[in-house]
């Protein structure tokens, strides 16, 4: 049983944070694994993740505001079904990273951070996935693709359409 009543979390994912706060010597210690988590479950980290995360901690909202605004890989605004994160640090960027970047731009006619307009698609530029030797690269949900060109990114896109990857929200 969740040491929250009322959890807006699943069992499984309240017993997680329930043993999180117990491994770290301070409480405070496991706020960005649980927004990490919170957003896995959830699919983007909400006003009430928030409260109940900061319950959990015994922190103030506004504590938890501050993590989740300093960190771009957390978002709180739900992501697409398939959520496009391109790197464009040094490695990438000198192997073409902007292009492909650009190229995802233009083919789901979205910018950074937005989504399409069906929901199946949204597009991030991120600062490193730690693929340096395989650049340029991205990922796609948790899945990794590398070594990339346009026509390998209209590829992966096209398979992702059609529903052949990972779904996760």
């Known amino acids: 049983m969740s040491a929250i009543a009322n959890t807006i979390f699943s069992p499984e994912m309240a017993a997680r944070f329930d043993k999180l706060v117990t491994i770290y010597p301070v409480k405070r210690s496991a706020l960005v694994p649980m927004l990490l988590y919170a957003q896995d479950e959830i699919g983007y980290v909400s006003e009430a993740a928030i409260q109940e995360i ?34 464009t640090n040094i490695s990438c960027m000198l192997r ?55 026509v390998k990114v209209d590829d992966i896109l096209a398979q992702y359409a059609a529903g052949n990857g990972k779904d996760v929200k």
């Open 54 to 87: 900061a319950k959990r901690l015994d922190l103030f909202d506004l504590d938890v505001r501050n993590v989740l605004s300093y960190y771009s890989m957390l978002r709180t605004t739900p992501a697409g079904k398939y959520n496009v994160q391109v790197c």
């Open 96 to 150: 073409g990273g902007y292009e492909i970047l650009d190229h995802c731009k233009a083919k789901l006619g979205i910018g950074h951070k937005q989504v399409t307009e069906d929901g199946l698609f949204s597009l991030e530029e991120v600062e490193c996935i730690g693929a340096c030797c395989w650049a340029p690269a991205m990922q796609v949900n948790y899945d990794f693709h590398d070594d990339l060109t346009t």
